[in-house]
């Protein structure tokens, strides 16, 4: 019998499925409405599915899901109540946090407030010990002082407590205790420490990572163990059970439960690795990647076919300090709400209307209008073909809703107020790109536009015509693009060792012997998820710095070393300064600031085919013809079927290309042809 693999992303109004079967290479897919009051009874719809398809649930052989449990829990503020426990005298160090606002827009809102904190200086104590700067055991741990504290902290009620000692990243041993009396003080306590969470310099970020875990470990554990539980009751008994990360790689269920915070962009991570596969697959190696959903919009930028990676992010605000793509993410989707306010302006977002009602015209108890009913008005959606006629749209409701809320109160048509609804949105995620792109110091015009969620390629052709951008491409499968890239990840599991020494003072030697120590540990983890050396790998990073500044940059390294390659490494420093800041200062000494290893373990790639021409023509695939607005007339249009496209045929917009998981939406001067992946390519020049 065949076996499968079935990966799930878990959005804010659908759940994506992706089924492959690795004898024949199919691809198939499934859409369900989300579940947000438990997330997995969409996903046991989805299994159930492949099931009814006549798949024994022994075949399904792997299984990964990109999740928002924990993402959604951080946004709401619906962690559990934290402790915190500091070395004495830094109580006030999450309080202070970086001292300043946040750059952007913040700088000038003299409304704007930081976010709440996680944990109030009512829940944060102390321990009494001390740890040098280079780990030196200053003061013993004061046990009796801390039992005290930890009492306190359960009188408070506290479920989860962070760990956050000075210096703890070179001598954990203090944190370790401080775990040991905690869970004899407060049974059941979930305890994160620092020094397992991300044992690196800087104590601020350190301590908000580690908060952050402790704050949503005990929620994603739960909601892994339950989904564990339905999974095994429903037959799939495989051992390949993984989370997606927000490092672009998966880690399996028992890995995620311990570390919940590393899975913060665990939705949209899954779409990035598809999109680098695209890259592969399509020849072009700059890429604007554009997933809009049903509640957000998350772009990213691919450089010569590589995403940009950060050590070190936000999510709302909160200072995550862990390897992540670097995805900017604003409130802009499907069901993002609109209406006008007191002072007669139209605003769009960011607040959605989700799963639960959605949008009006899905006929859930939505009276609303959301950016889907300004689509389904302008006549982009197809009112007896959404997803693939399973869901009737009713238009009529789209049309109340945006009459009452702001065609009505803004003295216009109904059609207008839907086009300036979709403006507003359009020009939201246009600055969500720039950000990424233009004030980055890239060239739009050398970038594609990769669309995909449910929403995406709706706006993408008007969005990249805007700003000048080199043409759009919608992959086959966009809206569970997501979830496909789910398919193609590896097991990654990120280390990291601070150790300050100058580049001078270093040998080669030195390097390798860190390196080969992280090596070990990840070895370790690897053998435990069941992967043998041949199925590892390791790509290994040096966090360098002029001496005495305040940041410093990831380069990467080769292990082991040989005579020269720090020589080299500094000559490649000085190079990307250059790059980055303009200038460099090759006479100032470097340091090494952090040793950073990443362990990847090889799941086996998913070949997907190349397609053959059919032969069929153009007008095969044309399903009806219908008005649809552009440039402020309803133009009459053909709707094409886009499982019925031919590789290689070509059209000309305006056009609306219908299929199960989206609807593509191409302008009136945008030519497309489709290449022998069954890409759609939108270019504004000759086909």
Sequence with gaps: MAQFRLTVDTGGTFSDFVYVNDETREVSIAKFPSTPDDPSRAILAGVHELISRGVAPSDIRYFCHGTTVGTNALLEGKGVRTGLI??????????????????????????????????PPSRTGEAVERVAFD?????????????????ELKEEGVQSIAVCLLFSFLAPQHEQRVRQIIEQEIPGCSVSLSSEIVPQIREYYRLSTTVINAYLQPILARYIANLDARLTQAGLTTPQKYIMQSNGGMANFEATARKAVA???????????????????????????????????????IKDGQPSISNRGKVEGRDVALPMIDINTVSAGGGTLAHVDRFGELIVGPHSAGAV??????????????ITDCNAVLGYLSPDNFLGGKMKL?????????????????????????????????????????????????????????????????????????????GVIVPLYPGVYSALGLVMSDVKHDYIRSRMVQLANVSEAQVNTIFADLESEARKDLAQESFTDDQTAFEYGLDMRYAGQGYEMT?????????????????????????????????????????????????????????????????????????????????????????????????????????????????????????????????????
């Design 86 to 119: 500091v070395t004495k005298g830094f109580s006030g160090i999450y309080e202070v946090a970086e001292q300043s606002r946040p750059h952007g827009p913040a700088i000038f809102d003299i409304m704007y407030d930081r976010p709440e904190m996680l944990v």
């Design 135 to 151: 780990g030196e055991i200053l003061l013993p741990l004061d046990e009796e002082a801390l039992r005290k504290t930890v009492r």
């Design 263 to 301: 899975t913060v962009l665990s939705g949209p991570a899954g779409g990035i690795t598809a999109s680098v596969h695209a890259t592969a697959t399509t020849g072009f190696q700059n890429l604007i990647t554009f997933d809009m959903g049903g509640t957000s919009c998350d772009v990213a930028l």
């Design 357 to 370: 009602p959605g949008p009006a015209c899905y006929m859930r108890g939505g009276d609303k209008p959301t």
């Design 394 to 470: 009713d238009i009529a409701a789209s049309r109340k809703a945006i009459e009452t809320s702001v065609s009505a109160p803004l003295g216009i048509s109904i059609e207008e107020g839907a086009e300036g609804i979709v403006r507003i949105i359009n020009v939201k995620m246009q600055e969500a790109i720039k950000a990424i792109s233009t004030m980055r110091g890239h060239d739009l015009r050398d970038f594609m536009l990769l669309a995909f969620g449910g929403a995406g390629p709706l706006h993408a052709a008007r969005i990249a015509e805007e700003l000048g951008m080199a």
């Design 555 to 687: 380069l990467p390294a080769c292990s082991p070393l040989k005579a020269g390659d720090l020589a080299k490494l500094r000559r490649d420093f000085d190079e990307e300064h250059r790059k980055l800041f303009g200038h460099t200062a090759p006479d100032e000494p470097v340091e090494i600031v952090s040793f950073r290893l990443r362990g990847i373990g090889r799941v086996p790639p998913v070949e997907f085919p190349k397609f053959k021409p059919t032969g069929a023509a153009l007008s095969e695939a044309i399903r009806e013809h219908r008005p649809a607005m552009f440039n402020g007339q309803m133009v009459d249009c053909p709707v094409y079927q886009r499982d019925a496209l031919d590789v290689g045929v070509s059209f000309v917009g305006p056009a609306i290309v219908d299929q199960l998981d989206c609807t593509t939406v191409i302008p009136p001067g945008h030519h497309v042809r489709i290449d022998d992946y069954r890409n759609m390519i939108l270019t504004m020049g000759a086909v």
